[in-house]
Nanobody, 127 residues
Framework: QVQLVESGGGSVQAGGSRRLSCAVS????????MGWFRQAPGKEREGVATINTIGTSTYYADSVKGRFTISQDNAKNTVYLEMNSLKPEDTAMYYC????????????????????WGQGTQVTVSS
């Protein structure tokens, strides 16, 4: 089992920045990739950013490219999402997720690909 705990959410004005953290514990040796996802009210959960465990491969949703950065500190077993130039449309519950096995053809930005999830942290961006 892998446990994930997000933190860092809160309220911020448009144009501001926020850094989310995800503490990872448990059987982390089997984790292949970490991701950040978000879900706004009435909308489906969507992939925001993902990184492999050695930090050599990252992918971002088009809506956040150039504004968000995913990173990790393996010594601290923590994954971060640095969010800059925030917009009201970034308002959502943000979730951290871990992937322990990747099937051929699966999208690394698809929530269905990930098998461990945190409880989420709310980010609200006001205009």
């Amino acid at each position: 089992q892998v446990q994930l705990v997000e933190s860092g959410g809160g309220s911020v004005q448009a144009g501001g920045s926020r850094r989310l953290s995800c503490a990872v514990s448990g059987y982390t040796y089997n984790v292949k990739r970490m991701g950040w996802f978000r879900q706004a009210p009435g909308k489906e959960r969507e992939g925001v950013a993902t990184i492999n465990t050695i930090g050599t491969s990252t992918y971002y949703a088009d809506s956040v490219k150039g504004r968000f950065t995913i990173s990790q500190d393996n010594a601290k077993n923590t994954v971060y999402l640095e969010m800059n130039s925030l917009k009201p449309e970034d308002t959502a519950m943000y979730y951290c997720a871990a992937l322990t096995g990747l099937q051929a053809g699966a999208s690394v930005l698809s929530p269905a690909t990930y098998n461990y999830w945190g409880q989420g942290t709310q980010v609200t961006v006001s205009s």
